[in-house]
């Protein structure tokens, strides 16, 4: 079955930029997109399509795409973002959906 | 406002049954694909399925997981959106979230999830 590779965690301080990637064999063919997700709440979607940003969404959050790696970035860290990342995407036929394992962001 | 509220969770003996229903409300339901992701205690989120819009012919799909045992359905004349689950196993214990969104996903929402509880 298809997967999506992500760091298990990240560490930055405040003000630093946070950079979190995603590796899958089917992301230079489908869209990926990246979820917030804040302990007891529900995700948040923040990026879509690699890199378009949803209205609402602060503009230190940030998506690009490379080759079989996707990747988020945060400029500017505050302490609200403290939070776990999901990336989601496809796979090569574009029928099943799949979420990266997650990646702990903490801001030192 | 768009809300997204989920029901029907609780606590089921292995191989039995249990629905849970989404109601959505603040948004056009029936242009909307819905999908179901859930999340085990201290897990990561998992794709449950989704079903497609009506104007893209309302299939559904879902992950092998549950394949032949979950079955995910729409009534866009009430804006609610359902997902059947049999023969379920302790390992569906999870919170499950529905979501809708659009194509391509510029609008996207989810509901605050219910809990499932599979134990005898």
């Known amino acids: 079955s298809y997967e999506l590779t992500q760091p298990p965690s990240v560490s930055v301080s405040p003000g630093q930029t946070a950079r979190i990637t995603c590796s899958g064999d089917?992301?230079?063919?489908?869209?990926a997109y990246w979820y917030q997700q804040k302990p007891g709440q529900a995700p948040v979607l923040v990026i879509y399509?690699?890199?378009e940003r949803p209205s609402g969404i602060p503009e230190r959050f940030s998506g690009s795409s490379s080759g079989t790696t996707v990747t988020l970035t945060i400029s500017g860290v505050q302490a609200e973002d403290e939070a776990d990342y999901y990336c989601?995407?496809?796979?090569?036929?574009?029928?099943?959906?799949?979420f990266g394992g997650g990646t702990k962001l903490t801001v030192l | 406002e768009v809300q997204l509220v989920e029901s029907g969770g609780g606590l089921v003996q292995p191989g039995r049954s249990l629905r849970l229903s989404c109601t959505a409300s603040?948004?056009?339901?029936?242009?909307?694909?819905m999908s179901w992701v859930r999340q085990a205690p201290g897990k990561g989120l998992e794709w449950v399925g989704f079903i497609r819009s009506k104007a893209y012919g309302g299939t559904t799909e879902y992950a092998a997981s549950v394949k032949g045992r979950f079955t995910i359905s729409r009534d866009d004349s009430k804006s609610i959106a359902y997902l059947q689950m049999n023969s379920l196993k302790t390992e569906d214990t999870a919170v499950y979230y529905c979501?809708?969104?659009?194509?391509?996903?510029?609008?996207?929402?989810w509901g605050q999830g219910t809990l499932v509880t599979v134990s005898s």
């Open positions: 989601q995407s496809a796979d090569s036929s574009g029928t099943y959906e799949v």
């Open positions: 979501s809708g969104y659009d194509t391509g996903k510029s609008a996207d929402y």
């Open positions: 399509k690699d890199s």
């Open positions: 603040g948004f056009t339901f029936g242009d909307y694909a």
């Open positions: 089917a992301l230079p063919k489908q869209y």
